[in-house]
């Protein structure tokens, strides 16, 4: 399963999930640092990567084009690196359920998954 990292998550989150997600990687590592969403909306779908976002414009994409890429929408407000490798480990299952689904475009992770 390949996870694509946008700019507004930390690239050390790459490294700390290598173990569940090793085909990984985050958006700096490919040139991609300041590009805009609709170039990595598509360098996503090009390269079958799944989104992984805290920005709402990827939602918008995901309902507005549908899959591929598909999105994972991180509704954790400003939380620490910490808290979203937390969310992310917390929902591998429903991370692997999402991407072998074909008709789902958006996963929500929501901030309450904290509790």
């Given at each position: 399963?390949?996870?694509?990292?946008?700019q507004?998550?930390?690239?050390?989150?790459?490294?700390?999930?290598?173990?569940?997600?090793p085909?990984?990687?985050?958006?700096?590592?490919?040139?991609?640092?300041?590009?805009?969403?609709?170039?990595?909306?598509?360098?996503?779908?090009?390269?079958?990567?799944?989104?992984?976002?805290?920005d709402?414009?990827?939602?918008?994409?995901?309902?507005?084009?549908?899959?591929?890429?598909?999105v994972?929408?991180?509704?954790?407000g400003?939380?620490?690196?910490?808290?979203?490798?937390?969310?992310?480990?917390?929902?591998?299952?429903?991370?692997?359920?999402?991407?072998?689904?074909?008709?789902?475009a958006?996963?929500?992770?929501?901030?309450?998954?904290?509790?």
């Amino acid at each position: 399963m390949k996870l694509l990292f946008d700019q507004n998550l930390s690239r050390n989150l790459v490294g700390r999930l290598r173990d569940a997600f090793p085909e990984s990687i985050h958006v700096t590592s490919v040139g991609l640092d300041t590009a805009t969403d609709d170039e990595i909306w598509q360098f996503a779908n090009d390269h079958e990567f799944v989104v992984v976002s805290k920005d709402s414009d990827f939602r918008q994409l995901a309902f507005l084009h549908g899959p591929p890429p598909k999105v994972i929408w991180l509704r954790v407000g400003n939380a620490s690196n910490v808290v979203i490798l937390k969310v992310i480990l917390d929902h591998i299952e429903a991370i692997e359920h999402f991407v072998e689904s074909d008709d789902e475009a958006l996963l929500v992770l929501p901030a309450r998954a904290l509790g």
